[in-house]
Nanobody, 126 residues
């Protein structure tokens, strides 16, 4: 089992940048596909970005493509989300998630992820 803790959220002006981190416990981080999701008030949780076990494959939601970058450092048990050119509509609680052990590929459906962090708030002011 893997436990996840997000950090790096905060308040930023539109056009600004933030980098979120997701720290994982345990020895199996490098064997999990990982993803970022977000949930705004009154809305369903939505996919943001995903990365496979070694970082060789990534996938982004159209709404963040070209602005956000997902990456991971398996040696540090950490995943990142670099967010640039932030917009007010990016305001949400951001969650990191880990897929099933040894699952191949990138996962975009939240139901495919058994492990979740507690979330970190990102607020973008206009």
């Amino acid at each position: 089992q893997v436990q996840l803790v997000e950090s790096g959220g905060g308040l930023v002006q539109a056009g600004g940048s933030l980098t979120l981190s997701c720290a994982a416990s345990g020895r199996t981080f490098s064997s999990h596909a990982m993803g970022w999701f977000r949930q705004a008030p009154g809305k369903e949780r939505e996919f943001v970005a995903a990365i496979n076990w070694n970082g060789g494959s990534t996938y982004y939601a159209d709404s963040v493509k070209g602005r956000f970058t997902i990456s991971r450092e398996n040696a540090k048990n950490t995943m990142y989300l670099q967010m640039n050119s932030l917009k007010p509509e990016d305001t949400a609680v951001y969650y990191c998630a880990a897929g099933p052990l040894y699952r191949i590929g990138v996962l975009t459906n939240p139901t495919e992820y058994p492990y979740w962090g507690q979330g970190t708030q990102v607020t973008v002011s206009s």
